[in-house]
């Protein structure tokens, strides 16, 4: 059964940080490239931030550029999102997706909200 599990939201104040971490199950993590969306309440959904399978190549949009940081640890099937000086536009509902050339598999998201 496959399953993609986010945590580590909250709330946090302007200028703060949190990691968001999601884990996996159920299928070959190891050769999933990874990647964050998020949606904020009236916005369509934005792509945050991309691994690929071995770590070695990342991406990011240009709003967190410089701000947030996606790493992953394939002995522990996870994948992380640091944030760093949070603002109250990165409020949103935060997903995880694992993709390869066949299958998408998304999370039920962890809220962040940035208070000002």
């Known amino acids: 059964q496959v399953q993609v599990v986010e945590s580590g939201g909250g709330l946090v104040q302007l200028g703060g940080s949190l990691r968001l971490s999601c884990v996996a199950s159920?299928?070959?993590?190891?050769?999933?490239?990874m990647q964050w969306y998020r949606r904020a309440p009236g916005k369509e959904r934005e792509l945050v931030a991309g691994i690929s399978s071995t770590g070695g190549s990342t991406n990011y949009a240009d709003s967190v550029k410089g701000r947030f940081t996606i790493s992953r640890d394939n002995a522990k099937n996870t994948v992380y999102l640091q944030m760093n000086s949070l603002t109250p536009e990165d409020t949103a509902k935060y997903y995880c997706t694992a993709t390869n050339m066949q299958y998408a598999y998304w999370g039920q998201g962890t809220q962040v909200t940035v208070s000002s």
């Open positions: 159920g299928f070959t993590f190891s050769r999933y490239y």
